[in-house]
């Protein structure tokens, strides 16, 4: 199936640090999405992207759309004790004549007081 | 406007025994669909629909199936449970299948 490459797969960082991460694949996406899952809930949607090279902040988050329509990057600024958890990155394409969104593994961010 | 809503929460059902979780939107949602995810993995698709009427599988059908006959419900039955199927299950829908809205998922256990 399709897959989406998501990278680091977990980040330990002090209160106050810049985050970085990101996904690849060897598919092309039409729209990229950054998901955020705290423990015991479902993904909560962070930031849509629809336009190769779009640049996107919502708050202390900033994600972009590769512009070769493979790649989406997701920075946190600043990061709080509250952005503790799994952030997942999604890709939708158009397979099998419907659209279907592809999820990345996850990176779980930790971070220490 | 509650969203996704899924029951039950938690459920344990004995290897072989038969169960539907129950997934209902009220957005007037196209697309829906069920994920499961293994712990510390990411979300498969197991099931979509596209319209009341309308389902396919995912990456991961084996051992479900869904029905839709209303544009709000989309029910996921297990049938002869295993303990493969152990996992979380999470329902989503959207309306044209670009921004996914989840529920709060399903933690089922087979034993």
């Known amino acids: 199936g399709q897959q989406l490459n998501q990278s680091p797969q977990s980040m330990f960082i002090q209160e106050g640090e810049d985050v970085s991460m990101n996904c690849t694949s060897s598919?092309?996406?039409?729209?990229w999405l950054w998901y955020k899952q705290d423990p015991g809930e479902g993904p909560v949607l962070l930031i849509a992207?629809?336009?190769?090279?779009e640049l996107t902040s919502n708050g202390r988050l900033t994600a972009q759309f590769g512009i070769t329509r493979k790649d989406s990057f997701l920075n946190i600024s600043a990061s709080i004790p509250s952005d503790v958890g799994i952030y997942f990155c999604?890709?939708?394409?158009?397979?099998?004549?419907?659209?279907?969104?592809?999820f990345g593994q996850g990176t779980r961010l930790t971070i220490n007081p | 406007n509650a969203g996704v809503t899924q029951t039950p929460k938690f459920h344990i059902l004995k290897i072989g025994q038969s169960m539907t979780l129950q997934c209902t939107q009220d957005?007037?949602?196209?697309?829906m669909y069920w994920y499961r995810q293994d712990p510390g993995m990411g979300l498969k698709l197991i099931y979509y629909?596209?319209?009341?009427?309308?389902?396919d599988k995912g990456e991961v059908p084996n051992g479900y199936n869904v029905s839709r006959s209303t544009t709000e419900d989309f029910p996921l039955r297990l049938e002869l449970a295993a303990p493969s199927q152990t996992s979380v299950y999470f329902c989503?829908?959207?309306?044209?299948?670009?921004?996914?809205?989840f529920g709060q998922g399903t933690r089922l256990t087979v034993v």
């Open positions: 989503a829908s959207d309306e044209w299948g670009t921004e996914a809205f």
């Open positions: 629909s596209v319209g009341a009427g309308i389902t």
């Open positions: 992207l629809y336009k190769a090279g």
């Open positions: 957005m007037n949602h196209n697309y």
């Open positions: 999604a890709g939708q394409r158009k397979l099998q004549g419907a659209q279907k969104l592809v």
């Open positions: 598919s092309i996406f039409n729209t």
